[in-house]
Protein backbone atom coordinates (compact mmCIF):
# COMPACT_ATOMS: atom_id res chain seq x y z
CA UNK A 1 0.00 0.00 0.00
CA UNK A 2 1.16 3.34 -0.90
CA UNK A 3 0.89 5.62 2.03
CA UNK A 4 0.36 9.76 1.47
CA UNK A 5 0.90 12.54 4.24
CA UNK A 6 -1.08 15.07 3.35
CA UNK A 7 -0.22 18.56 5.20
CA UNK A 8 -1.00 22.11 4.39
CA UNK A 9 -2.08 25.57 6.14
CA UNK A 10 -5.44 26.15 7.73
CA UNK A 11 -7.64 27.10 4.01
CA UNK A 12 -4.54 25.67 2.01
CA UNK A 13 -6.99 23.36 0.72
CA UNK A 14 -5.81 20.63 2.11
CA UNK A 15 -9.58 18.59 3.23
CA UNK A 16 -10.54 19.25 -0.47
CA UNK A 17 -7.37 17.95 -1.51
CA UNK A 18 -8.23 14.34 1.05
CA UNK A 19 -11.84 14.37 -0.24
CA UNK A 20 -10.51 14.14 -4.25
CA UNK A 21 -8.43 11.27 -3.49
CA UNK A 22 -10.73 9.25 -1.36
CA UNK A 23 -13.34 9.67 -4.72
CA UNK A 24 -10.63 8.10 -6.47
CA UNK A 25 -10.44 5.12 -4.29
CA UNK A 26 -8.07 6.11 -1.80
CA UNK A 27 -8.24 5.22 1.85
CA UNK A 28 -8.39 7.88 4.24
CA UNK A 29 -7.54 8.72 7.25
CA UNK A 30 -7.99 12.15 8.99
CA UNK A 31 -5.97 12.31 12.40
CA UNK A 32 -8.05 15.39 13.76
CA UNK A 33 -10.53 12.44 14.26
CA UNK A 34 -7.65 10.21 15.69
CA UNK A 35 -6.75 13.21 18.11
CA UNK A 36 -11.01 13.25 19.56
CA UNK A 37 -10.84 9.16 19.28
CA UNK A 38 -8.22 8.94 22.29
CA UNK A 39 -10.32 11.34 23.99
CA UNK A 40 -13.19 8.87 24.45
CA UNK A 41 -14.63 8.36 27.82
CA UNK A 42 -12.93 5.69 29.79
CA UNK A 43 -9.48 5.68 27.53
CA UNK A 44 -6.58 5.81 29.03
CA UNK A 45 -5.70 9.07 27.40
CA UNK A 46 -8.22 10.58 29.35
CA UNK A 47 -6.96 9.40 32.64
CA UNK A 48 -3.65 10.95 31.89
CA UNK A 49 -5.49 14.12 30.97
CA UNK A 50 -7.06 14.09 34.19
CA UNK A 51 -4.21 13.63 36.27
CA UNK A 52 -2.54 16.27 34.17
CA UNK A 53 -5.07 19.24 34.28
CA UNK A 54 -7.60 18.21 37.20
CA UNK A 55 -9.83 15.60 37.85
CA UNK A 56 -13.16 17.50 37.31
CA UNK A 57 -12.45 17.78 33.49
CA UNK A 58 -14.16 14.38 33.70
CA UNK A 59 -17.83 14.03 34.12
CA UNK A 60 -18.57 11.50 36.99
CA UNK A 61 -21.27 10.10 35.84
CA UNK A 62 -20.62 9.76 31.62
CA UNK A 63 -16.49 9.48 31.64
CA UNK A 64 -16.89 12.54 29.36
CA UNK A 65 -14.23 15.11 29.16
CA UNK A 66 -15.25 18.57 29.17
CA UNK A 67 -13.24 19.65 26.32
CA UNK A 68 -14.33 22.97 26.44
CA UNK A 69 -12.69 23.51 30.06
CA UNK A 70 -9.54 20.90 29.32
CA UNK A 71 -8.85 24.03 25.99
CA UNK A 72 -9.08 27.41 28.38
CA UNK A 73 -6.48 25.12 31.01
CA UNK A 74 -4.43 23.56 27.91
CA UNK A 75 -4.20 26.56 26.06
CA UNK A 76 -3.73 29.33 28.55
CA UNK A 77 0.25 29.15 28.45
CA UNK A 78 2.89 27.07 25.73
CA UNK A 79 3.88 24.77 28.31
CA UNK A 80 0.33 23.53 29.12
CA UNK A 81 -0.31 23.16 25.31
CA UNK A 82 3.09 21.46 24.91
CA UNK A 83 2.01 19.29 28.25
CA UNK A 84 -1.46 18.32 26.73
CA UNK A 85 0.59 17.49 23.44
CA UNK A 86 3.38 14.75 24.98
CA UNK A 87 0.10 13.23 26.71
CA UNK A 88 -1.88 13.01 22.98
CA UNK A 89 0.35 12.35 20.65
CA UNK A 90 1.44 8.65 21.53
CA UNK A 91 -2.33 7.39 21.73
CA UNK A 92 -2.71 9.03 18.25
CA UNK A 93 0.51 7.20 16.79
CA UNK A 94 -1.10 4.23 18.41
CA UNK A 95 -4.36 4.54 16.58
CA UNK A 96 -2.68 5.70 12.86
CA UNK A 97 -0.30 2.43 13.38
CA UNK A 98 -3.46 0.18 13.79
CA UNK A 99 -5.01 1.97 11.38
CA UNK A 100 -2.36 1.21 8.51
CA UNK A 101 -1.26 -1.98 9.73
CA UNK A 102 -4.00 -3.59 12.04
CA UNK A 103 -7.47 -1.84 11.24
CA UNK A 104 -9.14 -0.75 7.61
CA UNK A 105 -6.37 -0.52 5.86
CA UNK A 106 -4.33 -3.66 6.37
CA UNK A 107 -8.13 -5.27 5.99
CA UNK A 108 -8.61 -4.08 3.19
CA UNK A 109 -5.36 -3.35 1.07
CA UNK A 110 -6.46 -0.57 -0.69
CA UNK A 111 -3.52 0.39 -3.15
CA UNK A 112 -3.05 4.29 -1.71
CA UNK A 113 -3.92 5.29 2.05
CA UNK A 114 -3.85 9.52 2.24
CA UNK A 115 -3.66 10.25 5.91
CA UNK A 116 -4.42 13.93 6.70
CA UNK A 117 -2.42 15.05 9.11
CA UNK A 118 -2.80 19.19 10.11
CA UNK A 119 0.38 19.57 12.19
CA UNK A 120 3.34 17.68 10.40
CA UNK A 121 5.61 19.34 12.76
CA UNK A 122 4.24 17.41 15.53
CA UNK A 123 4.14 13.68 13.60
CA UNK A 124 8.16 13.89 12.28
CA UNK A 125 8.76 10.61 14.07
CA UNK A 126 6.09 9.01 12.15
CA UNK A 127 7.54 10.15 8.59
CA UNK A 128 8.55 7.15 8.03
CA UNK A 129 5.59 5.47 7.65
CA UNK A 130 5.49 7.47 4.33
CA UNK A 131 5.98 6.66 0.87
CA UNK A 132 5.55 10.60 0.01
CA UNK A 133 5.07 14.10 1.55
CA UNK A 134 2.01 16.14 -0.37
CA UNK A 135 2.22 19.29 0.08
CA UNK A 136 -0.72 21.81 -0.75
CA UNK A 137 0.81 24.97 -0.87
CA UNK A 138 -1.32 28.44 -1.43
CA UNK A 139 0.01 32.00 -0.10
CA UNK A 140 -0.67 33.07 3.25
CA UNK A 141 -2.42 36.40 2.12
CA UNK A 142 -4.87 34.02 0.03
CA UNK A 143 -5.36 31.67 2.40
CA UNK A 144 -6.60 34.16 5.17
CA UNK A 145 -9.06 35.81 2.20
CA UNK A 146 -10.42 32.26 2.04
CA UNK A 147 -10.96 31.48 5.17
CA UNK A 148 -12.33 35.16 6.07
CA UNK A 149 -14.42 34.56 3.18
CA UNK A 150 -15.81 31.35 4.60
CA UNK A 151 -16.73 33.29 7.97
CA UNK A 152 -13.56 32.50 10.03
CA UNK A 153 -12.71 35.61 12.18
CA UNK A 154 -9.35 36.94 11.28
CA UNK A 155 -8.50 36.86 14.65
CA UNK A 156 -9.19 33.13 14.46
CA UNK A 157 -7.24 32.45 11.38
CA UNK A 158 -4.43 34.31 12.56
CA UNK A 159 -4.32 32.64 16.04
CA UNK A 160 -4.32 28.99 14.33
CA UNK A 161 -1.90 29.98 11.72
CA UNK A 162 0.47 31.26 15.00
CA UNK A 163 0.10 27.26 15.90
CA UNK A 164 0.88 25.71 12.67
CA UNK A 165 4.07 24.66 11.14
CA UNK A 166 5.39 27.66 8.57
CA UNK A 167 4.84 27.25 5.01
CA UNK A 168 9.13 27.28 4.63
CA UNK A 169 8.41 24.30 7.22
CA UNK A 170 5.98 22.41 4.94
CA UNK A 171 7.95 22.82 1.59
CA UNK A 172 10.84 21.68 3.20
CA UNK A 173 9.71 18.49 4.28
CA UNK A 174 7.60 18.11 1.05
CA UNK A 175 8.28 15.50 -1.40
CA UNK A 176 5.46 17.38 -3.25
CA UNK A 177 4.13 19.97 -3.61
CA UNK A 178 0.75 20.64 -5.10
CA UNK A 179 -0.35 24.61 -6.06
CA UNK A 180 -3.31 25.76 -5.16
CA UNK A 181 -3.31 29.25 -5.91
CA UNK A 182 -5.95 29.27 -8.96
CA UNK A 183 -9.51 27.98 -8.68
CA UNK A 184 -10.74 25.04 -8.02
CA UNK A 185 -11.02 23.68 -11.60
CA UNK A 186 -7.44 24.37 -11.93
CA UNK A 187 -6.75 22.72 -8.74
CA UNK A 188 -8.73 19.51 -9.35
CA UNK A 189 -6.22 18.96 -12.88
CA UNK A 190 -3.56 18.75 -10.80
CA UNK A 191 -4.82 16.83 -8.54
CA UNK A 192 -6.41 14.28 -11.29
CA UNK A 193 -2.31 14.39 -12.65
CA UNK A 194 -0.32 13.47 -9.55
CA UNK A 195 -3.10 10.83 -9.27
CA UNK A 196 -2.42 9.28 -12.66
CA UNK A 197 0.82 10.03 -12.72
CA UNK A 198 1.06 7.55 -9.82
CA UNK A 199 -1.03 5.48 -10.90
CA UNK A 200 1.00 4.78 -14.13
CA UNK A 201 3.96 4.29 -11.88
CA UNK A 202 2.13 1.22 -9.51
CA UNK A 203 1.85 3.85 -6.82
CA UNK A 204 6.02 3.03 -6.28
CA UNK A 205 7.86 5.49 -4.09
CA UNK A 206 8.75 8.64 -6.20
CA UNK A 207 11.70 10.80 -5.46
CA UNK A 208 9.76 13.87 -5.49
CA UNK A 209 9.15 16.60 -8.39
Given at each position: MYTVFLAGGIASGKSTVGRALERRG???IDLDRLSRAVLEPGSPCVAE???AFGEDLVDAASGALMRGLLAKRAFADAESAAR???IELPYIRELLVHALEGGPCGQTSPAVCVVEVPLLDRMESMLDFADEVL???CPLELRRVRAIGRGMEAVDFDRRV????SDGYLREHATTILDNTGGPSDLAARIDAWWV?????GWEANDGE
Open positions: AWRVADLEAVVDANQPAREAN
